[in-house]
């Protein structure tokens, strides 16, 4: 290893070299370089160490013992944290000689010869302070920075300095206690304690060095600025209600540089400028005449639309103003402009402002009682009503503010829009839709249509109604065909269907029996009230699936006939099941069946094997065959006639031996009889009860009950059954109190022709009550429920309506023609033709009233190009009075009546100010009291006082 090379020991640089010791003396091998001056680095050489020397740390020492130690074994004062290869040389130092120690790693010290370090020569420049302060203030020392005339570089922190204020006593300065810091506040009794002259002096001091200053230069204390500052901000005032000035430029240059001077003062100075508000305040006024002043002079490049507005806030601007401002307006030259920019033609607008009155009249005619509009249909009301609106734009505020009846205007811009959207409900109409739709899309329209009021209506055209009728009638012919075709099945029904079914027929009249119910359920509710026989259509279509049956199973036994080798019992067994199928037929049923009458000719032959021997009684079996075959007709029997052939067969075939009563081939005939006698028998039961029964709503049910079992009852049963049934229906029980429901419905249906009410809301009242009485089932009897449903509910909004022209018409007209205007046509049907008449009669006098647009101009007359009109006391008690007798309605029309009530508290302050007057030799307090309230008035207020009280100024 190279015994030569350095190696770093944590942060200290060591070298490895050996000590120099010889003879155990020790020698200085540490050097120092640098410059020995305050704020400049040493630095530690350690070339001349022993070689392979290990330095592990430093020391710099003050090359001065410690007090109490002796020369041998002398201990040094170390010089604090410089324990590095470099120092830099702290201000203590100065002046001062110092060492470096170098210390190995085998604790062998090695130190340098002592270097001294140059004193300071501390010089510091004298201390300044204002020339002037007031009292109250703090000043503070400028300069009296310290600096080294030997050459070291002070830094902040290094030097400190130390103050003392005096104060002038006499031809001498003494100390002020306790004024020892950079700044000073002056005590503000300060005039009071003849301390008006103070100096300070500035001591600084480094390390062991220091130096004080020269006084510093004589601050006087002195109210003068602010006092100069106060005399020249009232010179800027002839008195508290004028400004002294020439020109606004040459004035605004004044007050910029007092604001400049004050701004430059302490903050003690200016809480001493007591006026500095009216220094602020005359600035902003100067402000506010300049804005005011360019307003008026950009008044051309304003649009002419906005013109009226822009003109009415410099007027409004002037009018804030109070005296002192206003004499900043000298010769009132300000105030002229502004006056003669005010329209002096302004009541020229009123002019068009009629014109525009009269064409909104004409937007409405009355005429049977009914107003309506002057137009034929909704477009040629837009076109109109956008001419008023364009000449209305080009109106100023204040003549808008005249317009009479804009409600018209504005009520004609929504019935436009209502009628718009009606129209636009046919783009779901078409013509080659279905009936049924056709249908449903009308009653939607129809439906909007109702909702219409009378004016609104009045703008449809005929070609929407002709089409919307179209619409409503598509299925008329449709319910006619129907109808046609249905009772060609079901019309006019005895015991049997008006058709002659046959094979090949079956399946054309089965389908069309299914389309007439399909076309039915496509109808409307409405159309299919209009339909005669549906329900007697819908037991045709079940009719034609159960004869059907009955005619597949004689199909089957025909077949069977002809089979050979079909044994007699099964052709037997299968003939009597089919012809208890078809007797169990109702006689519409049987008429279904065309196959029937072969069927019942072709009953199969019977033999009887007799055995070995014949019984006694076979002649007596032989005619009961006989017997038994005339049950098969029972259209040949009475009810009593066929009970006693029944009653009589059954008793001989009981009456016959076993051989016997094999002969008896039949029999199944007089079996079928005797269960048909049981059931008529079981009817006439349900027959009796009902007859029987006393109270007529429950005979009704009852009999209710009778019809559905005889309507179930096969053929043959039904024939048997038909004389008591018959005879129940025709004397059934009459209940005299019962609603007669076709009346009712017809009087339902009559209450309206085309849209209109054809009866009183009293009428509507009565149908009512009698529909409410109705019980549930006889409700679903009336078909037009719905109808009467409207018109309860239009019948109670007419109601509300009465009630409140009762009340209110004589007093409050408008409130009601309005009221009357929101009516549809069908509720305005309801009202009576003299109450229509009357509200009709109202409303146009009310519209051609040109009293309100009167007063109207009479109120803006109040005042003239921004200045009130001679005599306003009188004029304004005089439009009070009018005002005062209008209608609320036609108060509510006078937009501008705020002006008048303007004038009147304007009047009213004028007055209040006047009775403050005190002449100029009068009270002193008592005068500037009513001078001051003088100065705040407008100008408008200033020149109306002088009118009325011209003495007083």
Same mark, same amino acid.
């Given at each position: 290893?190279?015994?030569?090379?350095?190696?770093?020991?944590?942060?200290?640089?060591?070298?490895?070299?050996?000590?120099?010791?010889?003879?155990?003396?020790?020698?200085?091998?540490?050097?120092?370089?640098?410059?020995?001056?305050?704020?400049?680095?040493?630095?530690?050489?350690?070339?001349?160490?022993?070689?392979?020397?290990?330095?592990?740390?430093?020391?710099?020492?003050?090359?001065?013992?410690?007090?109490?130690?002796?020369?041998?074994?002398?201990?040094?004062?170390?010089?604090?944290?410089?324990?590095?290869?470099?120092?830099?040389?702290?201000?203590?130092?100065?002046?001062?000689?110092?060492?470096?120690?170098?210390?190995?790693?085998?604790?062998?010290?090695?130190?340098?010869?002592?270097?001294?370090?140059?004193?300071?020569?501390?010089?510091?420049?004298?201390?300044?302070?204002?020339?002037?302060?007031?009292?109250?203030?703090?000043?503070?020392?400028?300069?009296?920075?310290?600096?080294?005339?030997?050459?070291?570089?002070?830094?902040?922190?290094?030097?400190?300095?130390?103050?003392?204020?005096?104060?002038?006593?006499?031809?001498?300065?003494?100390?002020?206690?306790?004024?020892?810091?950079?700044?000073?506040?002056?005590?503000?009794?300060?005039?009071?304690?003849?301390?008006?002259?103070?100096?300070?002096?500035?001591?600084?001091?480094?390390?062991?060095?220091?130096?004080?200053?020269?006084?510093?230069?004589?601050?006087?204390?002195?109210?003068?600025?602010?006092?100069?500052?106060?005399?020249?901000?009232?010179?800027?005032?002839?008195?508290?209600?004028?400004?002294?000035?020439?020109?606004?430029?040459?004035?605004?240059?004044?007050?910029?540089?007092?604001?400049?001077?004050?701004?430059?003062?302490?903050?003690?100075?200016?809480?001493?400028?007591?006026?500095?508000?009216?220094?602020?305040?005359?600035?902003?006024? /100067?402000?506010?005449?300049?804005?005011?002043?360019?307003?008026?002079?950009?008044?051309?490049?304003?649009?002419?639309?906005?013109?009226?507005?822009?003109?009415?806030?410099?007027?409004?601007?002037?009018?804030?103003?109070?005296?002192?401002?206003?004499?900043?307006?000298?010769?009132?030259?300000?105030?002229?402009?502004?006056?003669?920019?005010?329209?002096?033609?302004?009541?020229?607008?009123?002019?068009?402002?009629?014109?525009?009155?009269?064409?909104?009249?004409?937007?409405?005619?009355?005429?049977?009682?009914?107003?309506?509009?002057?137009?034929?249909?909704?477009?040629?009301?837009?076109?109109?009503?956008?001419?008023?609106?364009?000449?209305?734009?080009?109106?100023?505020?204040?003549?808008?503010?005249?317009?009479?009846?804009?409600?018209?205007?504005?009520?004609?811009?929504?019935?436009?829009?209502?009628?718009?959207?009606?129209?636009?409900?046919?783009?779901?109409?078409?013509?080659?839709?279905?009936?049924?739709?056709?249908?449903?899309?009308?009653?939607?329209?129809?439906?909007?249509?109702?909702?219409?009021?009378?004016?609104?209506?009045?703008?449809?055209?005929?070609?929407?109604?002709?089409?919307?009728?179209?619409?409503?009638?598509?299925?008329?012919?449709?319910?006619?065909?129907?109808?046609?075709?249905?009772?060609?099945?079901?019309?006019?029904?005895?015991?049997?269907?008006?058709?002659?079914?046959?094979?090949?027929?079956?399946?054309?009249?089965?389908?069309?029996?299914?389309?007439?119910?399909?076309?039915?359920?496509?109808?409307?509710?409405?159309?299919?009230?209009?339909?005669?026989?549906?329900?007697?259509?819908?037991?045709?279509?079940?009719?034609?699936?159960?004869?059907?049956?009955?005619?597949?199973?004689?199909?089957?036994?025909?077949?069977?006939?002809?089979?050979?080798?079909?044994?007699? *019992?099964?052709?037997?067994?299968?003939?009597?099941?089919?012809?208890?199928?078809?007797?169990?037929?109702?006689?519409?049923?049987?008429?279904?069946?065309?196959?029937?009458?072969?069927?019942?000719?072709?009953?199969?032959?019977?033999?009887?094997?007799?055995?070995?021997?014949?019984?006694?009684?076979?002649?007596?079996?032989?005619?009961?065959?006989?017997?038994?075959?005339?049950?098969?007709?029972?259209?040949?029997?009475?009810?009593?006639?066929?009970? *006693?052939?029944?009653?009589?067969?059954?008793?001989?075939?009981?009456?016959?031996?076993?051989?016997?009563?094999?002969?008896?081939?039949?029999?199944?005939?007089?079996?079928?009889?005797?269960?048909?006698?049981?059931?008529?028998?079981?009817?006439?039961?349900?027959?009796?009860?009902?007859?029987?029964?006393?109270?007529?709503?429950?005979?009704?049910?009852?009999?209710?009950? /009778?019809?559905?079992?005889?309507?179930?009852?096969?053929?043959?049963?039904?024939?048997?059954?038909?004389?008591?049934?018959?005879?129940?229906?025709? *004397?059934?029980?009459?209940?005299?109190?019962?609603?007669?429901?076709?009346?009712?419905?017809?009087?339902?249906?009559?209450?309206?022709?085309?849209?209109?009410?054809? /009866?009183?809301?009293?009428?509507?009242?009565?149908?009512?009550?009698?529909?409410?009485?109705?019980?549930?089932?006889?409700?679903?009897?009336?078909?037009?429920?719905?109808?009467?449903?409207?018109?309860?509910?239009?019948?109670?909004?007419?109601?509300?309506?009465?009630?409140?022209?009762?009340?209110?018409?004589?007093?409050?007209?408008?409130?009601?023609?309005?009221?009357?205007?929101?009516?549809?046509?069908?509720?305005?049907?309801?009202?009576?033709?003299?109450?229509?008449?009357?509200?009709?009669?109202?409303?146009?006098?009310?519209?051609?009233?040109?009293?309100?647009?009167?007063?109207?101009?009479?109120?803006?007359?109040?005042?003239?190009?921004?200045?009130?009109?001679?005599?306003?006391?009188?004029?304004?008690?005089?439009?009070?009075?009018?005002?005062?007798?209008?209608?609320?309605?036609?108060?509510?029309?006078?937009?501008?009546?705020?002006?008048?009530?303007?004038?009147?508290?304007?009047?009213?302050?004028?007055?209040?100010?006047?009775?403050?007057?005190?002449?100029?030799?009068?009270?002193?307090?008592?005068?500037?009291?009513?001078?001051?309230?003088?100065?705040?008035?407008?100008?408008?207020?200033?020149?109306?006082?002088?009118?009325?009280?011209?003495?007083?100024?």
């Amino acid at each position: 290893m190279n015994k030569k090379l350095f190696f770093t020991l944590g942060a200290v640089p060591i070298v490895m070299i050996a000590p120099a010791v010889v003879h155990g003396e020790e020698t200085h091998t540490v050097s120092i370089t640098g410059e020995k001056t305050v704020n400049e680095t040493l630095k530690a050489t350690i070339e001349k160490l022993p070689a392979n020397s290990l330095v592990k740390s430093y020391q710099w020492y003050y090359a001065e013992n410690v007090a109490g130690e002796g020369s041998n074994g002398a201990t040094y004062k170390p010089i604090t944290g410089a324990t590095q290869a470099t120092l830099k040389v702290p201000v203590d130092a100065a002046g001062r000689s110092i060492f470096v120690e170098a210390t190995t790693t085998e604790g062998i010290k090695y130190k340098s010869e002592s270097v001294e370090i140059k004193a300071l020569q501390l010089a510091i420049t004298v201390p300044k302070l204002n020339d002037f302060a007031v009292p109250g203030e703090t000043v503070k020392v400028q300069g009296a920075i310290a600096t080294d005339n030997a050459g070291a570089k002070l830094q902040n922190g290094q030097v400190t300095y130390s103050y003392q204020w005096f104060y002038k006593v006499g031809e001498s300065f003494t100390i002020i206690d306790g004024a020892t810091s950079s700044t000073y506040t002056i005590a503000k009794d300060a005039l009071d304690k003849d301390v008006k002259q103070i100096i300070v002096r500035v001591t600084a001091k480094a390390g062991k060095a220091s130096v004080e200053s020269d006084v510093s230069n004589v601050l006087t204390i002195s109210n003068e600025v602010v006092t100069s500052m106060i005399d020249e901000i009232k010179e800027i005032f002839v008195n508290d209600y004028q400004y002294k000035f020439t020109s606004i430029p040459s004035f605004k240059a004044q007050l910029t540089d007092l604001d400049s001077k004050y701004q430059n003062l302490s903050a003690a100075a200016k809480e001493g400028v007591t006026n500095y508000t009216s220094l602020k305040r005359a600035l902003a006024d /100067v402000e506010a005449i300049e804005k005011l002043q360019e307003k008026v002079s950009k008044v051309d490049e304003v649009a002419e639309k906005d013109k009226a507005k822009y003109l009415k806030e410099i007027e409004e601007a002037y009018n804030k103003l109070d005296l002192l401002q206003r004499s900043l307006d000298p010769q009132e030259a300000l105030y002229k402009d502004i006056r003669n920019l005010l329209d002096p033609h302004a009541d020229e607008e009123f002019k068009d402002v009629r014109k525009i009155n009269e064409a909104i009249q004409a937007l409405l005619v009355y005429e049977a009682s009914f107003t309506k509009y002057n137009a034929a249909d909704a477009a040629s009301l837009q076109a109109k009503v956008e001419e008023i609106d364009k000449n209305i734009a080009t109106l100023s505020q204040d003549a808008k503010a005249a317009i009479q009846n804009q409600s018209v205007l504005q009520d004609a811009k929504q019935d436009i829009k209502k009628v718009q959207q009606f129209i636009k409900a046919f783009d779901k109409l078409s013509l080659n839709d279905t009936p049924n739709k056709q249908v449903t899309t009308a009653k939607s329209i129809r439906n909007a249509y109702d909702k219409l009021t009378y004016k609104q209506s009045q703008l449809v055209t005929s070609e929407w109604i002709t089409l919307l009728l179209q619409a409503e009638s598509a299925e008329k012919q449709q319910i006619e065909r129907l109808n046609n075709e249905i009772a060609g099945y079901v019309g006019n029904l005895g015991t049997h269907y008006p058709i002659n079914p046959s094979s090949t027929s079956w399946n054309s009249y089965v389908n069309d029996v299914n389309r007439l119910v399909s076309e039915y359920k496509g109808l409307t509710k409405a159309s299919a009230t209009q339909i005669v026989g549906y329900d007697k259509l819908l037991t045709l279509q079940k009719d034609f699936k159960t004869a059907l049956k009955v005619i597949q199973s004689i199909d089957a036994y025909q077949k069977l006939s002809t089979t050979k080798g079909v044994a007699s *019992n099964k052709l037997q067994s299968t003939y009597t099941s089919t012809l208890k199928a078809y007797n169990k037929l109702t006689s519409l049923q049987q008429s279904l069946v065309y196959n029937a009458e072969t069927f019942l000719k072709n009953a199969p032959k019977t033999s009887v094997d007799p055995g070995k021997q014949e019984p006694s009684d076979k002649a007596v079996a032989e005619k009961l065959i006989t017997d038994i075959e005339k049950l098969a007709k029972v259209e040949n029997y009475t009810f009593a006639t066929f009970e *006693n052939a029944v009653n009589s067969a059954t008793m001989v075939y009981k009456s016959l031996s076993s051989g016997a009563r094999k002969y008896v081939t039949n029999y199944h005939i007089l079996t079928a009889a005797s269960k048909d006698l049981s059931a008529v028998n079981s009817f006439h039961k349900k027959v009796q009860v009902a007859r029987e029964e006393t109270d007529v709503k429950k005979q009704t049910k009852k009999i209710e009950s /009778v019809q559905k079992a005889y309507d179930k009852l096969p053929a043959k049963q039904q024939y048997l059954a038909k004389q008591q049934y018959e005879n129940l229906l025709a *004397n059934r029980l009459v209940d005299n109190n019962a609603p007669n429901l076709t009346r009712l419905n017809n009087e339902i249906a009559a209450i309206q022709v085309n849209g209109i009410y054809t /009866v009183s809301v009293e009428k509507i009242n009565e149908l009512s009550a009698q529909y409410n009485k109705l019980n549930a089932t006889d409700k679903k009897a009336i078909t037009n429920g719905d109808i009467l449903k409207t018109a309860v509910s239009d019948a109670k909004k007419v109601s509300t309506f009465m009630a409140q022209y009762d009340k209110s018409f004589t007093k409050d007209p408008s409130t009601v023609i309005k009221a009357f205007a929101k009516l549809t046509t069908k509720q305005a049907s309801l009202v009576s033709s003299t109450v229509r008449q009357a509200i009709s009669n109202k409303e146009k006098e009310l519209q051609s009233a040109n009293g309100v647009l009167t007063l109207i101009e009479s109120i803006n007359g109040l005042v003239v190009k921004g200045e009130y009109i001679a005599n306003l006391d009188n004029k304004v008690k005089e439009l009070r009075a009018a005002y005062d007798s209008l209608s609320t309605s036609d108060k509510n029309a006078v937009k501008n009546y705020k002006k008048l009530t303007e004038a009147e508290a304007d009047l009213k302050k004028i007055a209040d100010i006047h009775a403050q007057y005190v002449p100029a030799d009068g009270d002193d307090k008592k005068r500037k009291a009513w001078k001051s309230a003088y100065s705040k008035l407008s100008k408008k207020l200033e020149v109306l006082y002088k009118q009325m009280y011209p003495s007083d100024i």
